[in-house]
């Protein structure tokens, strides 16, 4: 997991690592997708290769944490997006999710869900009021983007109408916009990925999220990927990691 989100933070292929490391690509395939495990030793030495360092300390382990965690990912993500209405705070305005992703559906845009709320459906602990979502920057997509946006009547956070188009989409780190649905986040390309919607949409997965809406999320391992080159919000990365751990146990389990 670590290492193929080290590698795509360097912006190196598996080739280019294997050929910096001296190691088989496959091997290198193998380690990313969890069917075999490196050595402490290497695995920091292929960080390394990629740039970064990963400093080892020791922890107070929190069980109670991981134990909810384990409780957490045996809800459905339908479920889960319902646990977090109920704990949404309704002192931040409206939030309805179903609303907001319904009208992008009905308009047929491509995109990715990132963010709080994309952590949550796969299985993270936490509460938002907000969707962020990694759009397709094509033509055609962000006309259809533009026209659910103002099929909810949004617009942008300082007041201002919004004015989306395939000449400034690619001159904006976000967009910021409320709706009497909730607010929503355009992010064109989020932090630590390659080219936003086309690098995400390879690892996301289609989630039913109840409503009749089953919307594409991003990875575990590429939500990871974007917290960790935010710099921040490490209990909310050291979480996702568990949840990393936890889906590749499941996998382990299900190929015995």
């Given at each position: 997991m670590l290492i193929r989100e080290a590698r795509?933070?360097?912006?190196?292929?598996?080739?280019?690592?294997?050929?910096r490391s001296g190691r088989k690509r496959s091997v290198i395939a193998r380690w990313e997708r969890g069917a075999?495990?490196?050595?402490l030793e290497t695995f920091l030495e292929i960080i390394g290769v990629c740039g970064f360092e990963l400093p080892l300390e020791l922890a107070p382990r929190d069980d109670s944490s991981f134990?909810?965690?384990q409780k957490n990912a045996l809800l459905s993500p339908e479920r889960r997006v319902q646990r977090l209405l109920r704990a949404s705070s309704k002192s931040e305005g409206p939030f309805d999710p179903y609303a907001l992703l319904a009208a992008l559906e009905r308009r047929q845009t491509s995109y990715v869900v990132v963010g709080a709320f994309g952590r949550i459906v796969q299985g993270a602990e936490e509460t938002t009021n907000g969707i962020d979502v990694a759009p397709s920057l094509r033509g055609e997509?962000?006309?259809?983007?533009?026209l659910a946006l103002d099929d909810l009547g949004a617009t942008?956070?300082?007041g201002e109408p919004v004015a989306l188009d395939k000449s400034n989409i690619h001159e904006m780190t976000t967009?910021?916009?409320c709706s009497a649905k909730g607010r929503l986040k355009i992010v064109p390309e989020p932090a630590g990925t390659r080219g936003g919607y086309d690098d995400l949409r390879?690892?996301?997965?289609?989630?039913?999220?109840?409503?009749g809406l089953r919307v594409t999320v991003a990875s575990t391992a590429d939500l990871a990927r974007m917290l960790a080159a935010l710099g921040r919000e490490t209990d909310k990365?050291?979480?996702?990691?568990?949840v990393q751990a936890l889906e590749q146990r499941v996998a382990h389990e299900l190929a015995l």
């Open positions: 795509l933070r360097a912006g190196l292929t598996q080739q280019e690592l294997a050929d075999i495990e490196p050595s134990e909810r965690l997509n962000i006309r259809r983007l533009a942008r956070a300082d967009l910021e916009l390879r690892a996301a997965t289609q989630e039913p999220i109840g409503k990365l050291i979480a996702l990691r568990r």
